[in-house]
């Protein structure tokens, strides 16, 4: 299937209330110009520098996703035009989208990223970090930020109901902190290989690369 054909069956069966991030990481601008000219409008990057040079050549109506592990020293450079950014798991880095957004007199929204896979190499906060940070008066002071909801990067297995699990474990994280927090309203989970699992656990946004774009090739750091 061709990269328009996905994008357009992914519009016709994804439920209403879930949304598509195409993620376009080392994939080529006439790639997305060919997701774009299908109608999709959220693109998810996981480096900033390679957001930012897609960000310079592409219609300025794309929603921009930062989906990876965000460098505070980096921050400065999606401030002007990022929309979302899911991996939020500290204060310290919080603080600093609070800065630059502040410098551009936006509002950036973000995720708080929850760790629910077992595997020590992925980030995120536990949800009583999250708890604590959202009642924080620290917190309250950011006035160039939002926090939306919660993001989380399942176990990489072929045991489905690990996955399921983690999912689950995000969703109950999610509704505990919606009745403090009740402007929180997204939970980003789902990939290629499990987002019809997520939507059925709760999720509200997938973010979905290689069922798309096809296979990536990782040269050098990707
Ligand atoms: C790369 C990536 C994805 C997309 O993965 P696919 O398996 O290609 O769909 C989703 N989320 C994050 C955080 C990623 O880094």
């Known amino acids: 299937m061709s990269i328009s054909e996905k994008i357009k069956e992914l519009h016709t069966t994804l439920p209403n209330h879930v949304t598509l991030v195409a993620v376009s990481k080392t994939k080529p601008i006439s790639d997305l110009q060919e997701a774009y000219d299908a109608g999709q409008r959220v693109f998810g990057e996981n480096k900033i520098q390679e957001m930012a040079e897609k960000w310079a050549q592409?219609?300025?109506?794309?929603?921009?996703?930062?989906?990876?592990?965000?460098?505070?020293?980096?921050?400065?450079?999606?401030?002007?035009?990022?929309?979302?950014i899911h991996g939020v798991d500290s204060f310290k880095l919080l603080k600093e989208i609070n800065k630059q957004a502040k410098k551009y007199n936006r509002i950036i929204r973000c995720l708080l990223q929850i760790k629910i896979a077992e595997e020590d190499s992925?980030?995120?906060?536990?949800?009583?970090?999250?708890a604590y940070l959202l009642a924080s008066a620290e917190f309250t002071q950011l006035e160039n930020i939002q926090i939306v909801g919660v993001m989380g990067m399942a176990t990489f297995t072929d045991n489905t109901a690990q996955v399921q699990n983690?999912?689950?474990?995000?969703?109950?994280?999610?509704?505990?902190l919606h009745t403090k927090n009740p402007s929180l309203e997204i939970i980003s989970m789902g990939m290629s290989g499990d987002y019809n699992l997520a939507i059925e656990e709760g999720s509200t946004m997938v973010r979905i690369g290689s069922s798309i774009f096809g296979a990536r090739n990782y040269t050098s750091s990707n």
């Open 166 to 176: 983690e999912f689950k474990h995000l969703k109950a994280t999610f509704d505990d």
């Open 122 to 130: 992925k980030f995120g906060m536990d949800a009583s970090d999250a």
């Open 58 to 84: 592409l219609p300025k109506d794309i929603s921009w996703h930062m989906i990876g592990h965000v460098q505070r020293n980096k921050v400065k450079y999606m401030a002007e035009f990022v929309d979302l």
